[in-house]
């Protein structure tokens, strides 16, 4: 054997034996569990944009829209009721759901609110809250935003003996789940 093929040898089987003889590091290992828990709760939020009438005219009818938008955990059943308004009356307009009105001071607009775009089906309003025609819609949650379009009319025929001004009223949304 050459020397020079010797000096390059013997270093490798040098680093090689240091490596076999060094002590072998030793790793000990345990393993525990942890619980991962949660609950998801029933819940549900309702939330309206406004029925925003703008100008009215005396005698002519005047069409607006709203949505009311829920939200409730998947697989909820909810409901969705609309109030009868701050300045309701048991009677009075040309019909029976005509019993939300705005106010002007002591000056009152009627207005109706409908399932329907055609304004054909009246969500009504009464004197009892535990009455269900004030119903809105009855579904089951998704976990996502449920928006429902209401439709809003002031009937021209109601509105002809009204004094200028700015008419207002709160209806309250209540989501029963």
Do not use: W
């Not at 308004?85 to 705005?102: A, F, K, W």
């Not at 002591?106 to 304004?119: E, G, H, K, S, W």
């Amino acid at each position: 054997m050459k020397i020079q093929s010797v000096r390059k040898t013997v270093p490798a089987i040098l680093t090689l034996l240091a490596v076999c003889l060094a002590p072998a590091a030793q790793a000990f290992t345990n393993a525990g569990n942890m619980d991962v828990s949660a609950t998801i709760e029933t819940a549900c939020s309702v939330s309206a944009s406004p029925m925003a009438f703008g100008v009215v005219l005396p005698g002519v009818n005047k069409d607006t829209e709203a949505v009311v938008t829920a939200v409730c955990t998947s697989g909820t059943t909810y409901t969705l009721d609309l109030g009868d308004g701050l300045n309701h009356i048991v009677t009075g307009g040309t019909g029976g759901e005509y019993r939300r009105q705005m106010a002007s001071a002591a000056n009152r607009l009627p207005y109706a609110v409908y399932t329907d775009a055609t304004r054909a089906t009246p969500i009504g309003a009464t004197a009892s809250s535990a009455a269900t025609n004030n119903l809105l819609t009855s579904t089951v949650g998704s976990g996502l935003d449920q928006p429902v379009t209401i439709y809003g009319r002031v009937i021209g025929a109601e509105s002809v003996t009204n004094a200028p001004g700015a008419y207002n009223d709160t209806v309250v949304v209540t989501i029963a789940f």
